[in-house]
């Protein structure tokens, strides 16, 4: 197994121990600071574990498979934690995750028909976005945060939609084509 594809499987596994952190106090008071930080090195993992695989030709279909799986994973874990800690709306999390749903269906087809469909500036945005409002809503740190955590959700939120929307339009012959 090459380094990329150990990034992504530690990715994997640091996720039930990022929800143990976030969903009790077996940190004590500490603990949303092990949560965030946890999410902080998985969610940085993503990002060297790309830029290794792309740099020294490493690709795998183990890691096309496995890394936007295991970003999925970690991203959902969050944001259904933080719904049941009450930081997050329910339907937020709905929109997020059923825009992933999609996409996902969406590049199975396309690679069903041979093609690849590369991730887009928005999709890149809408993640960091994510990123960020996740940690920030671990984070809960009140007074001025609040208002910039709200801002940071909203645009997360109004990012996953524009996203969404430009992979269906940049994509829609896709659909259009074959048997479906």
Do not use: H
């Amino acid at each position: 197994m090459n380094l990329p594809n150990k990034l992504t499987t530690l990715r994997v596994l640091m996720i039930p121990f990022f929800v143990v952190f976030m969903l009790t106090d077996l940190g004590g008071a500490a603990s949303k600071y092990i949560a965030v930080g946890i999410f902080i090195v998985a969610s940085l993992t993503d990002l060297l574990d790309g830029k290794i695989a792309r740099k020294y030709n490493l690709v795998t279909n183990f890691g096309k498979f496995m890394d936007p799986l295991a970003d999925k994973l970690l991203v959902c874990s969050a944001l259904i934690c933080l719904v049941e800690m009450n930081r997050l709306a329910a339907w937020m999390v709905i929109v997020i995750i059923s825009r992933e749903f999609i996409i996902s269906g969406f590049r199975l087809i396309a690679s069903d028909n041979g093609v690849v469909i590369a991730a887009s500036y928005w999709g890149k945005f809408k993640t960091t976005f994510q990123m960020i409002m996740i940690i920030l809503l671990i984070l809960d740190l009140g007074g001025v945060f609040t208002t910039i955590t709200t801002i940071v959700t909203w645009v997360a939120l109004i990012l996953t939609v524009v996203s969404l929307v430009d992979y269906l339009a940049k994509n829609k012959g896709i659909l259009l084509e074959g048997d479906i």
